[in-house]
């Protein structure tokens, strides 16, 4: 299954966009469920933090027909290691 | 310890106090005191109409500059170490001293030129991390601090090399504790617009450049040599600062024609601050002589006048800077005429 990943902002404001290709079972196991509980925004302490944060990165990930959009600060070490395989495969 | 009680507006009789003393301890405040006294800014002491500005100068009287500068150590953590704080020598360390002297550039113009005493204009100590990640390629304002990477080599280099990039950062911090400007659609990219506007300021200052001589561009020399781009934005012509292969060309717009409708990087926040940028620039370019001095002192008193709300557009940004012109150097004066027709040349106004 093919993950798309575009990361918009920054202090820059380019965005770039990354893909790979996981298996099936992967994405099942790993990354839908991950971008479900993504998609719950955050409250309390977290929102505020979030909220004062600048130049910050969004990234928007498509995992077949789920879609998520994720600013940076909330991005934990799955994510990253996705976001990292992602950008080693790539050339754009 | 701060031995200097904060205080804005301070009665002159206390100002001829501070600025005789003459204790070392004290020689900020009473440098900032004589300051005061003598209404520095030669502008205003020329134009009669000018006195009558609702928004005098304030006076910097207070906390003197503290800087604080950690380092992550390349962890993705903060505050980090403190590696150097206010009045300590150079480290040696490139990211960390550029930071220190940034800081140290941006609080000038704020407070020698437009009065204010650091962001809040309480004299809030200013903190920046650096060797933020690992080839972490981004700069940040964390709310509280600003946050530099060393970049990924690739693409980009460190980002305390522009001293734009350091004055936009803190200047975010400016932004929280005036506007406060939501950072989304128009109303967020007012708020990375006087992000440039400022940090480009503090540059000009900081070289003494008048708006002929200044390269008018955010984060030069922040690309590495393999992008083909001088900059990441150009307030003088939006849209050109580089155009690369793989990153493709800056995004930016001019004018309203060309405002971008999109849903990434928080509604364009980056990409149509081109707008209000390039307003400021023709502003500035109309006035001529140091952008600094009326086109920026104009941009100052918008932005802690009280007019601009936290969900402000462009349209109600443009009705305050052309009234805080008014206000300041009169209707019939041609710096109204300058803000009044930047405005109509980027379509904000009809
Ligand atoms: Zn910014």
């Known amino acids: ?92 | 310890m701060h031995p200097h009680p904060h205080c804005s507006i301070v009665p002159p009789h206390l100002l001829a106090h501070l600025a005789a003393v003459d204790d070392p301890r004290h020689a900020v405040a009473a440098r900032a005191a004589r300051r005061a006294l003598v209404q520095l800014d030669p502008l205003l002491a020329d134009r009669a109409e000018a006195f009558a500005a609702p928004v005098p100068p304030r006076t910097a009287v207070g906390r003197p500059l503290e800087r604080r500068i950690s380092d992550a150590g390349g962890q993705e953590i903060l505050p980090g170490t403190l590696i150097r704080g206010e009045g300590d020598g150079a480290t040696g360390d490139e990211a960390t001293d550029e930071a220190y002297d940034g800081l140290g550039a941006t609080d000038a113009l704020f407070r020698e030129v437009y009065g204010r005493a650091s962001i809040d204009d309480a004299g809030l100590p200013l903190a920046a991390t650096v060797h933020y990640g690992q080839q972490y390629d981004n700069a940040f304002w964390d709310g509280e601090r600003m946050v530099f990477g060393d970049g990924d080599g690739d693409v980009f280099g460190r980002f305390t090399r522009s001293l734009t990039v350091i004055s936009h950062e803190l200047t975010h911090g400016f932004t929280q504790y005036s506007t406060n400007l939501v950072y989304e659609g128009q109303p967020g990219a007012l708020n990375e617009s006087l992000s440039d506007v400022f940090g480009v300021l503090v540059e000009q200052h900081h070289l003494r450049q008048t708006v002929d001589q200044a390269s008018w561009l955010v984060g030069e020399g922040v690309f590495t040599d393999q992008v083909q781009g001088q900059a990441l934005r150009s307030l003088a012509a939006p849209g050109t600062a580089y155009d690369d292969d793989v990153l493709g060309r800056d995004p930016q717009p001019a004018t309203m024609s060309d405002f971008v409708i999109t849903a990434s990087d928080n509604g364009g926040v980056h990409i149509n601050s081109g707008i209000p940028n390039h307003a400021f620039y023709l502003t500035a370019l109309h006035l001529g002589g140091y952008a600094w001095e009326r086109a920026g002192r104009i941009w100052f008193d918008a932005a802690v006048g009280g007019g601009i709300q936290a969900n402000s557009g462009f349209r109600l940004f443009a009705d305050v800077t052309q009234e805080a012109a008014r206000a300041r150097f009169g209707q019939d004066s041609e710096e109204y005429e300058a803000v009044r027709q930047a405005w109509a040349k980027v379509e904000v106004t009809g």
């Open chain 1, 1 to 92: 299954m093919r993950i798309e990943i575009s990361r918009s902002g920054g202090f820059a404001g380019m965005t770039r966009t990354w893909s790979l290709e996981v298996s099936p079972a992967e994405a099942e196991e790993r990354w839908l469920p991950l971008a479900d509980r993504a998609a719950e925004a955050p409250r309390g302490e977290e929102a505020r933090l979030e909220r004062d944060q600048r130049d910050r990165y969004v990234y928007h990930i498509v995992i077949g027909y789920q879609e998520v959009t994720l600013p940076e600060s909330r991005l934990d070490e799955p994510w990253k290691e996705l976001i990292e395989r992602a950008r080693r495969g790539s050339t754009g």
